[in-house]
């Protein structure tokens, strides 16, 4: 059903739109079409969404219902969690055991369970006398019908971190997954029926940034979620401005790694090996940025190099396959370009740096050292397996160099002294700080950006809160 939309709770045909075409980013083949959805598309999936809103079949069953549909469609997907996760493999080139099936699909199921519990959560709602004679309620309501535009590094979950506190608060949905990436949030939306969430409470429209532009614009969309770049989200928010939505913007980082002269250093290589290598470094999280104190730079440096040439690439059905290509030819050309110019710079390739012969948009791990704090390689978000390392002499230098860049999604630091830690993790301007580990995320706890990372929280009770909108009653009692 790949050429087709899901509007309304069924298969619809696009009216007006193009095609795109699917590629498997291991192979470079085309694997299959989906519609480029047009403005009359995006249109018939509003009035959908609208009806089913404001006709309360979702936004007005108990909180407990809506709980039990979204407990089982994590059930659903459960029960299907290797189709999933082959389907999620062979559009992204994920390896299959170690990615997909190993970490997006099962934290996708818990996500899922998270905000079924969410959704009966009762914080916020709350009663009292502010004034003689009168009684004050502020009641939780759903924002109404929500757009909500998902990037391509994690497709499947980021579909069910958009979906799943908008309809624990209630919302109804127009859900655009990214332009290559559409497969399992298309195949998501038979699982929806069956859990028994209504029609028109979730659709689906594929297609590209005309498509995603058409639903900010769209008048009866009361708040748009995007993940995606710091650029995207910029446009969104101007798009957004006509209308006054609501916005929600999960965007790019460039997490920085600090490690101190007491720190692990084992554990520092290997997690910044996994951390930087992780999805192909195409993580919005990934450890991109590497500080060592003076003392252990040459150290640290050596064993990482050593580390990320052991990593093994390949295709993703193969066994102990830990990364695979990039999403697609222009984003291998846009990593080999930061390198290049990383290069011409004045810094230097410690290992990588370049695309493997053969099929795929394959790129090699990469350390890059020599990088002026300033240069692009350093201050911008790659987005592909690249690491640079730097190094710091003072706790004072650490923190600067940290938090001098745009954006503040995560950061972690890594020592043995508690003090510095929570010295540390205060000063950094960052929406998670990690000590002595980098990556892990939880369903109850918040992921979000500082600066121009974006605002909102994805994950956690907080997720819930921001598609829900406050409203105060006030009662006269005498
Ligand atoms: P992107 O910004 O190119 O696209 C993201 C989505 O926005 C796609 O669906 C795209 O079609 C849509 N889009 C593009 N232009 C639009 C417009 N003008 N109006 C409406 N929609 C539009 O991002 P990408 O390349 O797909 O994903 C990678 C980016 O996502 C990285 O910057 C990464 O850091 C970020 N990301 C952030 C998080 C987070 O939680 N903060 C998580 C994953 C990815």
Not at 131 to 153: C, D, H, L
Not at 162 to 170: F, R, Y
Request: some cysteine.
């Amino acid at each position: 059903m790949s050429n087709k939309l899901w509007i309304d709770g069924q298969w619809v045909d696009s009216k007006g739109g193009g095609i795109l075409a699917i590629e498997n980013p291991a192979t470079g083949e085309k694997i299959a079409e989906v519609i480029d959805a047009s403005r009359e598309d995006i249109d018939r999936a509003v009035v959908a969404a609208r009806q089913a809103f404001y006709d309360g079949r979702w936004s007005k069953l108990t909180p407990g219902q809506r709980s039990l549909a979204i407990w089982r469609l994590a059930d659903l997907l459960q029960a299907n969690i290797e189709e999933f996760a082959r389907l999620e493999s062979e559009n992204t080139g994920k390896p299959y055991q170690f990615v997909s099936l190993g970490a997006d699909m099962p934290f996708a199921v818990d996500n899922l369970r998270f905000f079924a519990a969410a959704a009966r959560d009762t914080h916020g709602n709350s009663a009292g006398e502010y004034m003689k004679g009168y009684t004050s309620m502020f009641r939780r309501e759903p924002v109404g019908v929500v757009g909500q535009i998902a990037p391509w590094n994690y497709p499947l979950m980021m579909a069910i971190w958009k979906i799943g506190p908008a309809l624990a608060a209630g919302c109804t949905i127009v859900l655009k997954p990214a332009p290559t990436t559409p497969l399992t949030t298309l195949k998501l939306g038979e699982l929806i029926a069956a859990a028994g969430i209504p029609a028109g409470v979730v659709n689906i429209v594929t297609g590209g940034n005309d498509t995603g532009q058409a639903i900010v614009e769209h008048p009866d969309v009361r708040m748009v979620s995007l993940t995606g770049s710091s650029n995207t989200g910029k446009k969104l928010m101007k798009t957004a401005a006509d209308t006054l939505k609501r916005v929600h913007l999960e965007l790019g980082g460039k997490a920085p790694f600090i490690v101190f002269d007491d720190a692990d250093l084992d554990a520092v290589t290997a997690v910044a090996t996994l951390t930087s290598t992780f999805n192909t470094g195409q993580d919005c999280t990934a450890a991109t940025r590497l500080y060592v104190q003076e003392k252990q730079v040459g150290k640290v440096t050596e064993a990482l190099v050593e580390a990320m040439r052991s990593v093994k690439v390949g295709m993703p059905f193969e066994n102990g396959v830990q990364m695979g290509p990039l999403i697609s030819n222009i984003q291998r050309e846009r990593v080999k370009g930061f390198v290049e110019r990383a290069k011409a710079g004045g810094a230097k390739i410690l290992t990588g740096g370049g695309a493997p012969a053969g099929k795929g948009y394959y790129f090699e791990p990469t350390v890059i050292s020599d990088a002026d704090q300033k240069a692009e390689i350093i201050q911008s978000e790659v987005f592909g397996p690249v690491l640079t390392v730097s190094s710091f002499k003072s706790e004072d230098e650490a923190v600067r160099l940290g938090n001098d860049v745009l954006y503040g999604l995560a950061a972690s630091l890594w020592t043995k002294d508690i003090g510095r830690a929570m010295r540390i993790s205060s000063e950094l301007e960052f929406g998670t700080v990690w000590i002595n580990d980098h990556i892990p995320l939880t369903s109850e706890t918040p992921h979000g950006g500082f600066k121009q990372s974006g605002f909102g929280k994805d994950l956690s009770a907080e997720a819930v809160g921001d598609y829900q909108i406050t409203k105060h009653v006030m009662v006269k009692n005498s």
